[in-house]
């Protein structure tokens, strides 16, 4: 059996590894990075993948508002498909000519290929045969290009422009201290436009976002840190809507590019 090792950075080693497939590859339990990685660097021209992982790796991912809108993306337009699977300790990717076992030591990371027509072919039909018994994986997070859509759709350009801004200007949106949640997100790009808490928090829980009790929750703790404020609108019929606005000169005074570092610098404060 014939071997090499490539090695390089994850991105350089999951190039490689796409560039090596025709039509499609297996990505067999990958590590949190490596999911990462394929979310990030997949697109169009790139063959399908079909993933196995375990189900933690795939909660922790999609943990990120960021890495699941994308995945989400991925998987409408066919090029993702995503099963949970526990059985295996090495990561694997396997196409129809080879196969390469992906090895990490502290920050190097490495794929060791073999294409030995047999061992390929069985590698392939195991690994085809666990996708097929395995269960798929449910992303709750809406599409990327639903998100940007709807959004247009629902309160306009500007709103969705900035909220474009805002998720570029972000490695991550968890709301776990390593970016802001969708929801805090959302509400500071409507206020930044002046947006009615009815219309954002409507829209977030037509697509999936958050229920419209979610966002009124954080509506009130954002007003609370002083971050918004809110102002009634009188209707025809029924009780006042709130108008959202920016609550501090910091962030009326920022572009919305800068407008998620500068909300972090304030709540960290």
Same mark, same amino acid.
């Given at each position: ?17 796409? !560039?090596?497939?025709?039509?499609? /590859? ?10 990462? =990685? ?72 490495? =794929? ?31 599409? /990327? ?22 998720? !570029? ?18 509400? /500071? ?35 609370? /840190? ?42 960290? =404060?």
């Amino acid at each position: 059996m014939q071997s090499n090792v490539l090695e390089g950075s994850t991105a350089d080693v999951l190039s490689a590894a796409l !560039s090596a497939a025709s039509d499609e /590859l297996l990505l067999v339990a990958p590590d949190v990075e490596l999911v990462e =990685a394929l979310i990030e660097h997949l697109d169009e021209d790139d063959p399908s993948v079909r993933l196995l992982a375990s189900e933690r790796t795939l909660k922790t991912v999609m943990g990120d508002f960021l890495a699941a809108s994308r995945a989400a993306d991925h998987v409408e337009s066919g090029r993702l498909s995503l099963r949970t699977y526990e059985g295996s300790a090495n990561t694997l990717v396997v196409t129809d000519e080879s196969v390469a076992a992906i090895v990490r030591v502290d920050d190097r990371i490495a =794929a060791l290929t073999a294409d030995e027509e047999s061992f390929v072919e069985e590698v392939h039909r195991r690994f085809s045969r666990r996708y097929d018994e395995s269960e798929t994986f449910t992303i709750r997070t809406p599409a /990327l290009s639903t998100i940007r859509s709807t959004l247009t759709a629902d309160l306009g350009d500007a709103t969705a422009n900035d909220f474009d801004a805002v998720l !570029s200007s972000l490695a991550t949106a968890r709301g776990d201290g390593d970016g802001l949640d969708e929801v805090t997100i959302s509400l /500071l790009v409507a206020a930044r436009n002046e947006d009615l808490l009815y219309d954002i928090s409507k829209w977030g829980e037509n697509i999936g976002i958050a229920s419209k009790a979610t966002f009124s929750r954080t509506k009130s703790h954002l007003e609370e /840190l002083g971050l918004i404020t809110t102002e009634k609108v009188p209707i025809d019929v029924g009780r006042p809507r709130l108008r959202l606005k920016l609550g501090d000169d910091r962030l009326r005074d920022t572009d919305p590019g800068q407008l998620a570092s500068v909300a972090q610098s304030i709540l960290a =404060a």
